[in-house]
């Protein structure tokens, strides 16, 4: 896989910033904070040349938007996604959560468009609605499937909080299906020089719909509001007993709360698996 890079990734960043100043200083469910978001990354997926698709989902704070892109395969019956929440919280323009995981998705792809190559499985991009009040655009994205579609997606990645200030290096470890995405993904960050360590995410984030139908799925995340610890500070540096984004949920998760090292790591680990799906003959039956 190519290398992701670092300086596309965080123009997307800042230009989600922007968006959230220009707009009241959040991109919210529902907010043209949201839907500015929406057309940058849209804008960018289609200047690249790549198919987009908006699915409308009803929400309890009115209709809001899922954004897909696609890289046709030449296997119909192979397709692997990336997918990342493109709301944020109320508080303030939700740049780790999740501008970094939207950036790093949007930039693998534009890297894969530009590549040429063509796939052998279908390469599909999600940028998800209303994560933030309960996993909704994603959920709704799932169900809307036919089984035949479902079954179809042999592997979902997910990416939500990728810079950290004080990073971790997590990879999701609560599907059963899914263990071969996450040792690849810990293979992946071991060639990045960094020992990942698994972590229960409890389907706290977009890929819990996935897994809920059983499809292989798996997610990076450098951490929260919960503090290192001294074994975790010794193996990935930066500060024991301090959280890894003490900006969660809040005003402050700005462009300055965001660690580059850790987000061009993420970054290149998520081009490294769609790389690796990309031309993958996957034999699982999910
Ligand atoms: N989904 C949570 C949020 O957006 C954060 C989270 C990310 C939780 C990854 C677990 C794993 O607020
Ligand atoms: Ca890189
Ligand atoms: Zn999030
Ligand atoms: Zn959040
Ligand atoms: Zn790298």
Redesign the pocket.
Known sequence: APDISLTEVQGHVSALQQIADANGGNRAVGTPGYQRSLDYVKGRLEAAGLSTTVQQVPTSRGTTYNLVAEVPGSDPNGVVMLGS?LDG?TAGPGIN??ASGTAGVLETALTYAASGEKPRNTLRFAFWGA??IGLVGSSYYVQSLTSTERSRIKAYVNA??IGSVNPGYFVYDDNPAGTFVRDDLTSLMSAEGVPAEYVD?QG??DHAAFLRYGIPTG?L?SG?SEPKSAAQANSWGGTAGASFDPCY?RSCDDSSNIDPTALDRHSDVLGGILWKYAGQAFTTSA
């Open positions: 929440h919280a959560d999740n994560e933030e939500d909080m995410v706290r984030s997610g995340y929260g949920h």
